[in-house]
């Protein structure tokens, strides 16, 4: 094994850190939604830890003793992914200097100061751009959307009078800054709010009769009310996309009825609405298979399993009450609770849902193919290794751009960032779930697993190390393309210590190969807040694809190290910072990604394998195979 991979091994043996204080999945085990989100992610890789190295511990951000309202000062800078090149470092640098956030209030007093800065005249540019998208990025966080929609109908029925509301407003000026503040919410939660039918359509059609009240007095308004009323049309009525949409077949997730045709198609945003068909097993590894919305509850899984068990006539008819249970390859589980959402995206790479009665449960193993193997070549011996890193480029590519939008681009305001801030700041209480987050924090965790597989099942010693070659050629390409999430992924499934312990394997790979993984390894080393990987992004300009489990890792750092709260006061330099990484985000999508494959006769196989991955994720089978291999005494 070269000495390059003693270290991060190391970090692997012993990696603790905040987000897997959770749990996870242990036996019997009853966690939420938010600690098995945290706990999946803890598992993609060892990117985290409970504080930053340079900084030490994180320390509180408010003295009680402090008599003025407080303005917290960050943590160190180095919190944030340095996403950005030199070049818009420096012109971002130039508006953070000139900068000021607002200072600690009440969730509606930070509602106002936005109205405020909107109104006619008064600071206009960069600085009220930035907070209309500060604010509109974060605003879940510490206002309820349904409490700022209630704001913005209480200040535009206001009275312009001298003394209330916003002094020395006149009355067109209120209601226009309401308005563009409306149709800011509105453009950045489109999608979500269609998913929300009726609920969501109220806000718009209140807010359109009061304008249209209005009219005769401030004529001014009259393309709003327009506007207004077209809003109300969108949210009420399906669009001609959603109406095909609900003509396409079921959709499959990553690992829920494998049908080439499927795979094949080009990967779309997931919304809550979308059906999929799923298998729910029983005890005897009998299963049911059900179609369900993907964000329904386990409460309506259940009562989906129950009918079909009633009525199938190749299942008794189970008596008593059903609970829900996540089984992974290694027998861990886990049981949802009955008002659980969302459950099929949160799930691992070989995890499945069983439907037992709360005294069959230690009686659930995992799934007779999920804990056996059989030795045997691979297909990827005969694909190259730029087909295989192109295809995985792509379908990268295809499940990063799902994130955020939650749906198609509607807009010339995308939706940066609201299921990274859902993920992290809301867990299992989210408002909105994000669905395509976690499935890309899956397909790390299942490219991880790949690269262990696909070696792991080689007998030959001399096909091995073809493999190891493979692989990090695989590496150096999609890192050439900078799509650093397989690149990665793939480093640390090379480093996986069932894999670096097999000395005869690593002794047969050519020094040029030896010392070009050295180098992958140096950008994955943790160290110094992960300072190698930070500064290969800060040297890449769009597109690109990042290393997403550690854009989490940041996001809750700067969440964990910073209250959001003292008292009722908001802490609003917090939420611009976690805009700020919002927002570099988006830039890493600001480019489209385009590949130039030439179509060849294996060009379908290769992207049918790559979007198909099989893999063993149960560690210790993993190790079982590499002892077999290679054992203790060799």
Request: charged content about 25%; proline content about 6%; aromatic content about 8%.
């Amino acid at each position: 094994m070269p000495a390059g991979m003693k270290p991060l091994e190391k970090f692997l043996k012993k990696q603790t850190t905040a987000l897997t204080r959770a749990g996870g999945f242990g036996d019997k085990a009853t966690g939420t939604g938010a600690t098995r989100r945290r706990a999946s992610l803890s598992r993609v890789v060892p990117f985290f830890r409970e504080t930053s190295p340079e900084n030490g511990p994180a320390r509180e951000m408010f003295s009680p003793e402090t008599e003025e309202p407080p303005c917290w000062p960050l943590v160190a800078a180095d919190i944030r992914s340095p996403s950005l090149s030199s070049d818009e470092q420096s012109s971002e640098g130039s508006v953070e200097a000139t900068w000021t956030p607002l200072p600690a209030d009440t969730p509606e007093n930070i509602a106002l100061a936005l109205l405020d800065c909107m109104a006619g005249g008064r600071r206009h540019g960069s600085y009220t751009e930035t907070l209309l998208d500060d604010f509109m990025l974060t605003h879940p966080i510490f206002l309820a959307s349904d409490r700022f929609q209630q704001i913005l109908l209480q200040q535009f029925g206001m009275e312009g009078k001298q003394g209330e509301g916003w002094p020395g407003w006149d009355g067109v000026e209120r209601k226009q800054a309401v308005l563009n503040a409306a149709f800011r919410y509105l453009d950045t939660y489109r999608e979500l709010l269609q998913e929300e039918g009726e609920r969501a359509n109220s806000f718009p059609k209140e807010l359109y009769l009061s304008a249209a009240q209005e009219l005769s007095r401030y004529p001014e308004l009259v393309e709003d009310v327009l506007k207004l009323q077209r809003w109300t049309e969108i949210l009420q009525s399906p669009t001609e996309e959603d109406k095909d949409s609900k003509k396409k077949q079921v959709r499959p997730l990553f690992r829920h009825f494998r049908r080439i045709d499927a795979c094949l198609q080009p990967r779309e945003a997931f919304r809550g609405s979308d059906e999929i068909f799923c298998r729910v097993y029983m005890p005897d590894h009998s299963y049911v298979t059900i179609r369900s919305r993907l964000s329904c509850c386990v409460g309506e899984i259940l009562a989906l399993v129950q009918e079909k068990l009633q009525y199938s006539e190749e299942q008794p008819r189970r008596p008593g009450t059903l609970i829900l249970v996540a089984v992974t390859s290694s027998g861990e589980k886990a049981v949802f609770r009955p008002s659980d959402e969302a459950v099929f995206t949160t799930l691992g790479v070989n995890t499945h849902l069983f439907a037992c009665e709360p005294d069959e449960l230690d009686t659930l193993l995992p799934l007779p193919e999920e804990i056996h193997w059989s030795p045997g070549d691979s297909k990827l011996h005969d694909m190259s290794a730029e087909e295989v890193a192109n295809q995985l480029v792509a379908f990268d590519w295809e499940l990063f751009s799902c994130i955020h939008e939650v749906g198609r681009q509607t807009s010339e305001v995308q939706l940066e960032g609201v299921e990274f801030v859902s993920y992290v700041f809301h867990g299992e209480q989210a408002r909105w779930r994000p669905l395509n987050l976690e499935l890309v924090l899956q397909r790390c965790s299942e490219v991880q697993h790949w690269v262990a597989t696909e070696i792991l099942q080689c007998q030959s010693l001399p096909k091995r190390v073809q493999l190891l070659r493979k692989f990090i050629k695989i590496a150096a390409l999609c890192k050439q393309q900078q799509d650093l999430l397989s690149f990665l992924a793939v480093v640390l499934g090379l480093d996986n210590p069932a894999i670096s312990r097999l000395r005869l394997t690593w002794e047969g790979l050519p020094g040029k190969f030896k010392k070009q993984f050295q180098q992958f390894e140096g950008i994955a080393d943790p160290s110094r807040n992960h300072k190698s990987y930070r500064e290969l992004v800060a040297g890449l300009r769009p597109p690109l694809i990042p290393f997403t489990p550690l854009l989490l890792k940041d996001l809750t750092f700067l969440h964990e190290s910073c209250k959001t709260f003292h008292g009722e006061l908001v802490n609003f330099e917090k939420m611009h910072k976690v805009a700020e990484m919002v927002r570099s985000i988006r830039r890493y999508r600001s480019v489209q990604f385009a590949l130039d494959m030439e179509p060849s006769p294996s060009h379908l196989q290769t992207k049918a394998y790559v979007r198909q991955l099989q893999v063993i994720d149960n560690q210790n089978l993993l190790f079982n195979m590499s002892y077999k291999l290679e054992p203790k005494d060799v």
